[in-house]
């Protein structure tokens, strides 16, 4: 911990200044809370579609109407290796040493940063611009029939890269382009869309049916300012803010359903919750305590004895619950610990389980360096492949339902205490 960041049970400016430099937003008079606007609600801005919503969909939770916050930004008593924030120089200690803000005016202020940031920072126009830009390039790579990359179609179209990548992305996860070679920067109109269509029309009533219309994203924006769902997740440990109930409460208040996910250390304040999220995520992050203790680094005594009595808690919680691994290929993840996961999972009796993807992004580029590993970085992510075959191995060893794919996010869902059949969508708060 940086002294600096803290001063006479304080946080300084000093220490917001590193986090605001990005999209973050600190919340809250003593500086403990923040929001951030999640990769996927930009891009269901995008189109309005549950084409281009993040894995929690299957929840029923929109990408564009969630907000992402955590009430303990700079506290954690974990140190976890793939954790992509930046525990090197961001971390205040794992205790929560300031005063707590109040929950009703947290979330005031985070609906309104929220606000801000949707009508400011992803502005609407962004959004139906990016909808004429990718019907000119799908009407261009049609006439011109040839293979062309984000340079040579700006230059043509006078277009900024920006855009021309904004929209060429969009247009290949929907397939309407691919790419041509092993460097994913040339492309070429799929062949399906150059065979059958031939006006610029055509191209319109194709992305307007498939992809997104000008409604459809108007709606959207519209339906963005008034978030519904929080989840309570974005960095440090959740449970660590001394008035959680009150915070969830005072969602619901809002008419807004809340996910919390805690790294189940904390099995007194589980226990204390009086009012209780919509779903509760715990995070199992090894099948045994060597592993926890190498992966987690934790800086609490007993960590791993805290997690197994906080996943014998989840059965008597009256709320849902769900067990997640966040998999790390070859660290907490191979065919030979599916076992012993199964074995913990069994006996917490959750709701759900989910295999969800380490992602390599932001400072989890330093797992190498956390780890003191020789290992090649890219031997840590595991490919969609790769955990797809886990998972089916998953369910067939330990009988769990796989009721839910998502590619995307690398995410894998299964049924473990639920009703076969049933809706898993989270319809009241």
Known sequence: MSNRFIIDNRITNEFVETYTKTTYRIVGHNKHTAIKPCHWLEQRLMTGRDNRNCYKGVFGVKSHR????????????HQCVFCWRDIEIGGLGSEFIVKPDDP???????????????????????????????????????????????????????????????????????????????????????????????????????????????????????????????????????LLYPMMSD????????????????????????????????????????????????????????????????????ESLSCRSLVRLTAVKELNLNENLIKDYIRLVEKANPNFFEIKGFTLQAKALLIKDRLKSDTPLQDYFPEYDYLEKIAHKFEVMGNFPLIYKNPASRDFLFAVNWEKGKDPVIRTP
Not at 186 to 202: M, V, W
Request: glycine share 2%; hydrophobic share 35%; proline share 5%.
């Open 66 to 77: 969630c907000l992402q916050n955590t009430p303990s930004l700079p506290f954690c008593n």
């Open 104 to 238: 009703k005016e947290l979330i005031e202020e985070m609906i309104r940063h929220q606000q801000d940031i949707i009508k400011n920072h992803l502005p609407l126009r962004r959004y139906l611009d990016n909808y004429e830009v990718m019907i000119d390039l799908l009407y261009f790579m049609l006439k011109d029939n040839t293979e062309q990359n984000i340079n040579s179609l700006s230059k043509i179209l006078l277009i900024s890269k920006n855009k021309i990548e904004r929209a060429i992305n969009l247009l290949k996860n929907q397939d309407f382009v691919k790419s041509t070679d092993d460097t994913l920067k040339n492309f070429r109109i799929d062949e399906e869309i150059s065979c059958c269509i031939d006006s610029r029309e055509e191209i319109e009533t194709l992305i307007n049916r498939e992809l997104t219309s000008p409604d459809d994203i108007m709606q959207t924006h519209s339906e963005a300012m008034y978030p519904n769902h929080a989840a309570i997740s974005l960095d440090g440990e959740p």
């Open 247 to 314: 915070l969830v409460g005072e969602f619901r208040n809002n008419g807004m359903t809340s996910f919390i996910v805690t790294n189940g250390t904390l099995p007194e304040k589980l226990e204390s919750l009086d009012s209780l999220p919509s779903q509760l995520y715990l995070t199992l992050p090894a099948p045994n305590e060597k592993l926890y203790k190498k992966i987690c680094r934790p800086m609490i005594r007993n960590g791993w004895n805290r997690i197994i009595t906080s996943l014998d808690l989840l």
